[in-house]
Nanobody, 124 residues
Framework: QVQLVESGGGLVQAGGSLRLSCAASGRTFSTYTVGWFRQAPGREREFVARSRASGGTTVYADSVKGRFTLSRDNAKNTAYLQMNSLKPEDTAVYYC?????????????????WGQGTQVTVSP
């Protein structure tokens, strides 16, 4: 069982920045793919970014590429999502998730464990 707790959400003006954190329980965090997803009201949950445990390039959705950065500190069992140049359309609940099989996909249903989510609101 893996427990994930997100933090760092809030209200920010367009053009501002936020850094989300995702703290994981357990000692095998370094072996998991970590993903960030978001869900706006009335919309499906969508992929934002993912980092594979076994290395390789971190992958981002086109809508956030160049503005968001996913990083992970395996020693602290924590992943981060640095969000810069925020836009009103980035407003959503943001979730982190892990894929214990390390398949490193964009598919929501591949991820086994999810956090409770943290609200990000970007005002015009």
């Amino acid at each position: 069982q893996v427990q994930l707790v997100e933090s760092g959400g809030g209200l920010v003006q367009a053009g501002g920045s936020l850094r989300l954190s995702c703290a994981a329980s357990g000692r095998t965090f370094s072996t998991y793919t970590v993903g960030w997803f978001r869900q706006a009201p009335g919309r499906e949950r969508e992929f934002v970014a993912r980092s594979r445990a076994s290395g390789g390039t971190t992958v981002y959705a086109d809508s956030v590429k160049g503005r968001f950065t996913l990083s992970r500190d395996n020693a602290k069992n924590t992943a981060y999502l640095q969000m810069n140049s925020l836009k009103p359309e980035d407003t959503a609940v943001y979730y982190c998730a892990v894929d214990i099989a390390d398949f490193a996909t964009r598919q929501v249903n591949q991820y086994n464990y999810w956090g409770q989510g943290t609200q990000v609101t970007v005002s015009p």
